[in-house]
């Protein structure tokens, strides 16, 4: 009998869908709950299910197309369960008398698997290849690390799940691949079906009977299994069961948000639906914004004369969403003023060498580091983020201090955690130490997250002043320009000082412009006489 798989429902008010990879083709066996095509809407990417299983007779569809709620997708010829029930019989009975041929056979039986690009976390659907570190013909083990694959945020070692061997690699250094997409085939020996997991089911006569039985071998077809998240990328899976997570995937849902509130956490139908009602009720009150307005359509700009298209990179385009968030959430505010530094350079200068000889260098930034630290104890507004979902204000007990770094794949913005417990020195040297990772592309996750404050140094360059952007969810930013000489009114006569300008954007929903002002002024003080560290901070 032939039946219809249809595409599902999306979420409430999606219809429509782009098809982005159709992962099945006529005379393929799918199974329930294989995955057989991922679609785009304008809220997610979704990846699809199939609800029945079957030989595949005809695809509707094709990659690009704009597919309907509803629509067929594929056609299926479903395979007689009293055929099905013959045919595990009769393996079962030739498994559990197996012929020294047969034996023989099944050792050396191997199978031809595609290894995928696995979720590398949270809202990442991409990835450039750093580095293919296997070719065709190579012995594989485990957990072997096949490639590095530089995101938007980190640098990500990749290590495989099977044993066996490369028969082909598909992709190459600088390639960009997206989540899900098959990268390696790699041959391998079939799993004893021992090892692999039993769903949890409650037991009947039925299914006690079932297990006594050893199952035959599954054929493998062309088709591979999805790998799982590795454990050293993502560190928790969430407890959910099949069912529930398919559920969350059709309706766009991502799972790893959803709280659970089954025992140990686990996850229910009734946690997906409550969320993405609490989910849909906030946008449509305006509490979530989306990162950005939609673009409107652009120009033929080659009517014009030449041109050239670039495809961003992942730093560069994660930068853009992620700006385009905070400017678009945040209501800025940017105040400025200067810092008589003269003083300040003359000491740098003279304790240079010694933090050199620690293997750091003793820069502004470094001693404004520890400025802001202790600026954040003395207004500790400064040091929040704020929850507009619950109407709070988070206010931080640690003070970790974020620094952006220019790096020819972008801006990224590593953190030195628990800087009020650290000397100049010893900033100095993580300062230059994290500074060269994120030169190198050798940050981790961790070395990007848990910032309450941060401070971009443009001085290097040049300016006099710039309007820095919030970033998102911290509350305010330090904005560092080129110093120069200017003549200063002091005891009645012009003299010649170093001047520093500084610019604090901060978001105006928790810090008025007088608090602003005093955390600015605060750290001209404080730059100016160092001395009030020590008094206040």
Excluded: C
Aim: proline share 5%.
């Amino acid at each position: 009998m032939t039946v219809d798989f249809k595409l599902p429902h999306l979420g409430e008010n999606i219809n429509t869908a782009d098809v982005v990879k159709v992962l099945v083709k006529e005379g393929d066996r799918v199974d329930v709950d294989q995955i057989i095509l991922e679609i785009e809407t304008d809220k997610a990417t979704v990846e699809v299910p199939s609800e029945i299983a079957g030989i595949v007779k005809k695809v509707h569809i094709k990659e690009g197309d704009k597919a309907v709620v509803g629509q067929p997708v594929i056609t299926v010829e479903q395979i007689e369960e009293a055929n099905t029930n013959k045919e595990q019989e009769e393996s079962i009975e030739k498994q559990a008398q197996p012929s020294k041929e047969s034996t023989a056979a099944n050792k050396q039986e191997s199978s031809i698997v595609e290894f995928k690009v696995p979720v590398l976390g949270e809202n990442i659907k991409s990835a450039q290849i750093a580095k293919v570190l296997i070719k065709p013909g190579d012995k594989i083990n485990a957990d072997q690390i096949l490639m590095e694959l530089e995101t938007d945020k980190a640098t990500v070692e990749v290590p495989s799940e099977y044993a066996g061997t490369i028969k082909e690699v598909k992709v190459k250094d600088g390639d960009t691949v997206k989540v899900g997409q098959p990268v390696f085939l790699i041959e391998t020996k079939s799993m004893p079906e021992s090892k692999k997991e039993v769903p949890e089911t409650k037991p009947t006569a039925k299914t006690e009977k079932e297990v006594e039985k050893p199952k035959p071998a599954k054929e493998h077809t062309h088709m591979p299994q999805v790998i799982d998240i590795p454990r050293d990328i993502v560190k928790k899976v969430v407890p959910a069961a099949p069912s529930v997570r398919k559920f969350a995937r059709e309706i766009g849902i991502d799972i790893h948000q959803v709280k659970g509130s089954g025992k140990g956490g686990r996850i229910t139908v009734d946690d997906v639906k409550a969320f993405a009602k609490n989910l849909n009720q906030k946008i449509q009150s305006g509490q979530i914004s989306t990162p950005g307005l939609l673009q409107e359509p652009l120009p033929d700009f080659s009517k014009w004369g030449e041109i050239e298209r670039i495809q961003m990179n992942n730093v560069r385009k994660k930068t853009a969403e992620h700006l385009s968030y905070a400017w678009s959430t945040i209501p800025h505010v940017t105040q400025f003023d200067k810092a008589d530094i003269t003083n300040l350079e003359k000491v740098r200068k003279e304790y240079s060498k010694k933090v050199e000889a620690a293997g750091g260098k003793l820069t502004v930034t470094a001693i404004l580091i520890k400025i802001a630290a202790s600026a954040l104890k003395v207004f500790p507004q400064f040091n929040t983020s704020v929850d507009m979902q619950k109407s709070e204000v988070v206010y931080k007990k640690y003070f970790n201090i974020g620094v952006a770094v220019d790096t020819d794949k972008g801006l990224l913005v590593p953190v030195i955690k628990d800087v009020d417990k650290k000397n100049i020195v010893d900033i100095s040297v993580e300062l230059a130490e994290i500074s060269q990772k994120a030169r190198d592309k050798k940050l981790s996750l961790e070395d990007m997250q848990g910032g309450n404050f941060t401070i971009s140094n443009l001085g290097g360059i040049g300016g006099t002043y710039f309007t820095p952007i919030v970033n998102s969810p911290e509350v305010a930013i330090l904005g560092v320009s080129r110093s120069s000489y200017e003549p200063v009114y002091i005891d009645g006569k012009f003299e010649p000082r170093l001047m520093m300008p500084l610019s604090l954007s901060y978001d105006h929903r928790i810090i008025d412009g007088a608090d602003g002002i005093r955390f600015l002024r605060w750290i001209v003080e404080a730059l100016e006489n160092p001395f009030l560290i020590a008094l206040e901070g």
